[in-house]
């Protein structure tokens, strides 16, 4: 099991090591595959290498579908397996997160990308190479600044949301490659619905054929367990099948020439306006491909007890994007499933990443010249059983049950998504959200019961300015209404937890509106976050003699019984 203090490994000079401190723990911190390296064994070692050369198999043909969602030539899916894994494992705090191309991030480089490229296939890959740079670029930026946490805008529901839908989307533009239809270039999901219904008539029964029994073998696949690389399996026996039964004669498309070895590095340059047309794309790709690889890094390190840093881990994920750019490749990110397999077959370090880079350079040397005669469909087979898995019901459901507000982030965002593109239901989802918290903090929990002439406010939640309103309008409404009547007031703070200005100045005016009622307000339950805040307003002199522990200890105070209330009213 892994040490969790990741980013200092222990020293064999101690005093040497505090005379060399900070810049020993600044290198330790930003470079953890020394730290990894130093505490592996042979054992880690030989799991290491099995893993990675199992994530490997996997990442062969689903690096390949995933360019060709993307709307790259399927072997830059291969180039990007292969240098940005090798700068994700010098940097990354994880030792089993399996970085490469991802299906949501692909999606994202197709719709960010087409309405920029004008049909050009030259002009398409080089932006993918400027988008991945772009990427990279506002992720190290977000890591220097320490900004990790800032992702949090972006809530589980909506990602739920989002996820379920775009995986939809892919799922339904994979769905005429199935068929061996073509659909021309539909605007939106519903289009590219209609145009598919429209295709049937004209199925390639052959192509179908070959799709259709991928699916099943990689469905079997599924089944035997990771240890067997079935996906590899599958696109070979696809690719000795179209000579052996002359597929192709038959109308069934294939890869073509594939180019073996990695292109020469280089930096690929776009004009101003065109990398303003793709800033918003590439915003979007930076927060989400990060969000997909930190959550399933620590879902993972809950099992191991690895300690994942968010901002090391942001710095990560952008130099392997920035490796991505100058490999001609696309925008990467760590992936679910990879990792899940990448776990289960043993991986401990990083050491396993740079075996899967190895092997997936040594498929490029060896095997890609042998993807010429591969069926296209077999890619979509592919693409089709990986997001199957992303369309999640069970937390729709569970969003729902626990908190309303939540299920209506993730509904809103999986049919703006679905509806509207990934980019505007994305940014739909997080505006939702956003005012969905704001909504939840200003509209605070508040129950009210009586006991005899006294009548108790139970309030949960920050007295903000929101909040304070709703505060003064369910005072006067239970005053004015059905506890007209009572002559004192307790209102409980117990559940709040901290004021502003607004929030005193409420105090001040319930207590106010209780005079001129003629009730007396008694608080109780006031915690420092408040009490500190009326001090330096000077509003607690005026509630001295008013002040009570608690709710028990102002009934006692005012000569009732606690546990003789009776609840009356409720308030939202």
Same mark, same amino acid.
């Given at each position: 099991m892994s040490d969790p203090s990741l980013s200092e490994p222990p020293s064999d000079d101690p005093g040497s090591a505090a005379a060399r401190g900070r810049p020993r723990s600044f290198w330790a911190r930003r470079f953890p595959l020394r730290g990894w390296i130093q505490r592996a064994d042979a054992g880690s070692h030989r799991a290491d290498v099995l893993a990675g050369l199992t994530v490997a198999a996997m990442l062969v043909p689903q690096s390949m579908a995933y360019a060709a969602l993307a709307g790259m030539p399927p072997v830059t899916g291969l180039y990007a397996s292969t240098v940005p894994l090798v700068a994700y494992a010098f940097l990354g705090t994880s030792g089993q997160l399996a970085f490469g191309p991802v299906a949501i991030v692909s999606l994202l480089t197709a719709s960010t990308l087409a309405p920029v490229a004008g049909g050009d296939p030259g002009r398409y890959v080089v932006l993918a190479g400027v988008l991945a740079l772009m990427v990279g670029t506002l992720q190290v930026l977000l890591? =220097? !600044? *320490?900004? @990790? *946490? !800032? #992702? &949090?805008l972006l809530s589980h529901p909506v990602i739920s949301g989002f996820t379920s839908a775009a995986a939809i989307v892919i799922a339904t533009s994979q769905l005429d490659k199935l068929l061996g239809i073509s659909v021309g270039r539909p605007e939106g999901w519903l289009e590219r619905i209609g145009a598919i219904v429209s295709g049937l008539p004209g199925t390639h029964l052959p192509t179908l054929a070959v799709g259709v029994l991928a699916i099943l073998g990689l469905l079997l696949g599924q089944r035997l367990g990771p240890r067997i690389p079935t996906p590899l399996l599958v696109v070979i026996a696809a690719t000795a099948a179209v000579p052996l039964l002359g597929l192709e004669q038959l109308g069934v498309a294939v890869l073509g020439e594939v180019p073996s070895g990695l292109p020469r590095p280089s930096l690929p340059t776009a004009p101003v306006n065109t990398l303003?047309?793709? =800033?918003? @794309?590439?915003?979007? +790709? &930076?927060?989400? &491909?990060?969000?997909?690889? +930190? &959550?399933?890094? *620590?879902? $993972?390190?809950?099992? #191991?007890r690895d300690r994942i840093d968010p901002d090391q881990e942001l710095l990560a994920s952008g130099a392997a994007n920035l490796a991505a750019g100058v490999v001609q490749a696309f925008p990467v990110a760590g992936g679910f499933s990879r990792t899940a397999v990448n776990h289960t077959a043993g991986a401990r370090t990083p050491l396993a990443s740079l075996v899967t880079a190895a092997g997936v350079l040594l498929a490029l040397l060896v095997l890609a010249p042998l993807f010429a005669t591969l069926p296209q469909v077999v890619l979509a087979a592919v693409v089709l059983v990986a997001v199957a898995k992303l369309v999640d019901v069970r937390e729709a459901r569970h969003a729902w049950q626990v908190e309303r507000t939540d299920g209506i982030a993730l509904t809103v965002t999986f049919l703006a998504t679905l509806l509207l593109g990934v980019e505007i239901g994305i940014g739909i989802g997080i505006a939702v959200s956003l005012v969905l918290s704001l909504w939840r903090v200003g509209v605070p929990r508040i129950v009210a019961e009586r006991s005899a002439? #006294? !009548? $108790?406010?139970?309030?949960? @939640?920050?007295?903000?300015p929101a909040s304070s309103v709703r505060l003064l309008e369910v005072l006067e409404d239970h005053l004015d209404g059905p506890h007209a009547g009572v002559t004192h007031l307790v209102l409980d703070l117990g559940g709040v937890p901290s004021a502003d200005v607004s929030g005193v100045n409420a105090l001040a005016a319930a207590d106010a509106v209780c005079r001129a009622a003629d009730v007396e307000l008694h608080l109780a339950g006031v915690r420092a976050g408040v009490a500190t805040r009326m001090e330096r307003a000077h509003l607690d002199a005026r509630f001295v003699g008013r002040q009570h522990a608690d709710e028990a200890a102002? !009934?006692?105070a005012l000569g009732h019984q606690p546990a003789a209330g009776a609840l009356s009213a409720r308030g939202t």
């Open positions: 890591g =220097l !600044l *320490r900004a @990790g *946490r !800032l #992702t &949090s303003v047309a793709l =800033l918003p @794309g590439a915003m979007i +790709i &930076s927060l989400l &491909s990060y969000l997909e690889g +930190i &959550s399933v890094a *620590r879902a $993972v390190a809950a099992r #191991t002439d #006294t !009548l $108790v406010l139970h309030l949960e @939640g920050d007295l903000l102002a !009934l006692v």
